[in-house]
């Protein structure tokens, strides 16, 4: 989607709006002054839309055609003028209507227009120029600091000309569960030929410089969402897919979880030994520990907070190696969520991909997967397209005697879906860990954006009035851009000086365990459509954990606590004491319907689940599709039912656990497998 002249000028009015110049202020004047059109790449903004699917790409651009229109005054009871005619208090007026709109489609289109342009404006940069408001916020942005500059230490086939590939086992995805399929199967002597949609970034590749790394990092350039906009959703499209990008926090799957997908969905694997063995050798190979040697702002505060109140915490498992007690260290930590420029964060990059690559695996990067080819109701391969470095459309076909599909939750049942699958629960039971964030002002420097982003939780709301569902509460990465896209606006000014006070704010999250789902199907061109609306029970859940990261901040001595919600409802505290506490009373009475309030995922599950009844799960306990033989899932999708904790460690072990499925499948057919390559130290 090119922008036209019209559509610039559109963009930097509304840029303005939510960003505005403010006359009158005398300490850090500078930052006062600056507007939004000053820190707005318009081309940045549409590249983003235009990685969006094909209808929703067509529905940014309805909106901004109606923003052009006369009519646009119809929509919030103002002049009948176009946007760029309002004089900047209309502006600001319209978008305050359309945040508080009982219209479904005005709170959508603020919202989306909100979390675009701050994000852009206080999270951009290039390698010649710092962002100008950075200062101000004392956020220092990319770091200075030695970093891997090695050669890249794979070496991926780079087609120039369509090509067809034979092998033992296609791999699709790179991350969590596709690193660890492909590295156990060439290990044991397997032809694997692994297939990524995302780029190969590795050491110095990783700038720190945020939209440039969510535009190269995450799926949809990190703009991914569900259909009504009323959930973001994180997803890693990269070599080492969500491993590269997520928090490190390396949880293992809790027992009553293993022991509710055991029973109620017939998969005993999962309480046995041989899972929790699974289970043991992820972690080995990840360097799974807890010998960081300090907390950031935020997580002390949440030990703190939570000891005055006698609630327990727990250190956050986390898989790092190499990691010392140095200043650069700790700084760089807090950067991880762009790609870890420092090779500390043991992701299936620096671990199984290098061993599956070590034993013969062929890597493909750049390369979208069209469909997985089906012959006799057996998988066969698949069909891509891979983009050259100068953005050549390359086809490229496989043929494979098993084909394992890593693709993620939303991702790998829209492939299924496109491969001609048609079980009625493929793409059902979405579950997302809904997340909002509890933002907590203090009056000491919390500088969030420095240190391990998660290595304290509070597990004491995890199994709330005797269910397994309830909440966690962690700390999320902070950085200048995804801070001010979270942040809630009411008005140009009160948003700046939320951001102003950002290296004081210290952010609680409240992941929920979702019982209810939504789910994936796909649009006319295939790509995946996600539906999600928060249910009155698990929104019930999550407040009860809102006023519990509330009240842990007034406890850990925060003056003012931000709640999520549009209307920013506010407390405020002394000496310890929440002054106003009819505030967390009214807060269940809220409105809190889609883009009333904001909510984040970067998990997403069970889409393809698996269980021992056919008729209500797609996969069979082995991760074989019930529809189509020799066709696997090992991801995050394949999960029975929500984790309730980050899943990183629980994909990897039910990877780890359906790579010896398969291996015997392939050696109980009498499959040969080639000679084993010695592993270079």
């Keep these: ?203 110095c590749d990783f700038t720190q410089r945020e939209v440039d790394m969510m535009g190269q990092l995450y799926d949809a350039r990190g703009a991914l969402c569900t259909q009504d906009g009323g959930v973001a959703l994180l997803a890693g499209s990269c070599l080492g897919g969500g491993t590269t990008v997520n928090w490190a926090g390396s949880f293992r799957t809790p027992d009553y979880v293993l022991e509710e997908w055991a029973k109620e969905h017939q998969v005993p694997h999962f309480t046995s030994a041989e899972f929790k063995s699974s289970l043991d050798a992820v972690s080995r190979a990840l360097s799974v520990n807890t010998d960081y040697t300090r907390h950031n702002g935020q997580n002390q505060a949440l030990l703190e907070g939570s000891a005055k109140l006698g609630q327990s915490t727990k250190l956050i498992p986390r898989n790092e190696k190499g990691l010392t007690d140095s200043e650069e260290h700790f700084r760089g930590l807090g950067y991880t969520t762009l790609g870890d420029r420092y090779g500390i964060k043991q992701g299936t990059l620096n671990t199984y991909l290098p061993q599956a690559f070590a034993h013969g695996a062929r890597l493909l990067a750049d390369t979208r997967v069209e469909r997985v080819t089906v012959q006799a109701g057996q998988a066969t391969g698949a069909e891509a397209v891979h983009t050259t470095s100068d953005g050549k459309q390359v086809r490229v076909t496989v043929r494979a005697r098993r084909v394992v599909v890593s693709g993620g939750a939303i991702q790998t049942p829209a492939l299924l879906l496109r491969s001609g699958l048609r079980h009625p629960h493929l793409g059902q039971h979405l579950h997302l860990h809904p997340t909002v964030a509890v933002s907590g002002l203090y009056p000491q420097l919390i500088n969030p954006w420095h240190g391990p982003s998660m290595s304290v939780v509070n597990d004491c709301f995890t199994r709330l009035d005797g269910t397994n569902f309830g909440v966690k509460l962690e700390t999320p990465p902070a950085h200048a851009g995804l801070m001010a896209m979270v942040l809630p606006w009411q008005s140009g000014e009160q948003h700046k000086q939320l951001m102003l006070n950002a290296a004081h704010l210290g952010n609680f999250i409240v992941l929920t365990r979702d019982r209810d789902g939504g789910r994936v199907t796909i649009d006319q061109h295939g790509a995946p459509l996600v539906d999600y609306v928060l249910s009155a029970f698990d929104r019930n859940t999550m407040l009860r954990g809102v006023r519990a990261a509330a009240e842990i901040h007034v406890a850990a001595g925060a003056h ?122």
């Design 560 to 681: 003012t606590v931000y709640l999520p919600h549009g209307t920013l409802p506010t407390l405020h505290a002394q000496n310890g004491v929440i002054q106003n506490p009819e505030v967390l009373e009214k807060l269940p009475h809220l409105g809190w319907k889609p883009n009333q309030f904001s909510l984040y995922s970067a998990h997403q599950m069970s889409t393809c689940r698996m269980g021992g009844v056919r008729a209500t799960h797609p996969l069979a306990p082995s991760g074989e599709t019930y529809e189509v033989s020799n066709l696997y899932v090992a991801d995050g999708s394949a999960f029975p039912a929500c984790s309730g904790v980050n899943p990183m460690l629980t994909i990897m072990a039910l990877a780890h656990y359906t790579a010896q499925e398969i291996k015997a499948g392939l050696v109980a057919n009498g499959e040969k497998t080639r000679p084993q390559l010695a592993v270079s130290e």
């Design 1 to 203: 989607m090119n922008p036209t002249p019209a559509h610039r000028a559109l963009l930097n009015a509304l840029a303005d709006t939510f960003i505005p110049s403010i006359e009158g202020k005398t300490e850090k004047a500078e930052f006062w002054a600056q507007r939004g059109s000053q820190g707005i790449d318009v081309d940045k903004a549409f590249a983003a839309i235009s990685a969006q699917p094909e209808g929703a790409q067509q529905e940014f651009k309805q909106l901004l055609k109606l923003l052009e229109n006369p009519a646009l005054g119809l929509t919030w009871f103002g002049p009948l003028k176009p946007f760029v005619r309002l004089d900047a208090a209309q502006r600001q007026q319209m978008l305050q209507s359309w945040a508080g709109s009982n219209v479904p489609q005005l709170r959508k289109g603020f919202h989306a227009l909100r979390k675009l342009l701050t994000f852009l404006f206080y999270g951009s940069s290039s390698a010649e120029k710092s962002n100008a408001t950075w200062a101000a916020l004392g956020y220092p942005g990319p770091l200075p600091d030695a970093v891997v500059d090695s050669s890249k230490p794979l070496k991926t086939l780079r087609p120039t000309t369509d090509v067809t590939y034979d092998c033992d086992v296609l791999v699709i995805g790179s991350g969590a569960g596709g690193g660890v399929v492909a590295a156990e199967l060439a290990v044991a002597g397997h032809d694997v030929l692994m297939l990524e949609k995302g780029p190969y970034c590795h050491g």
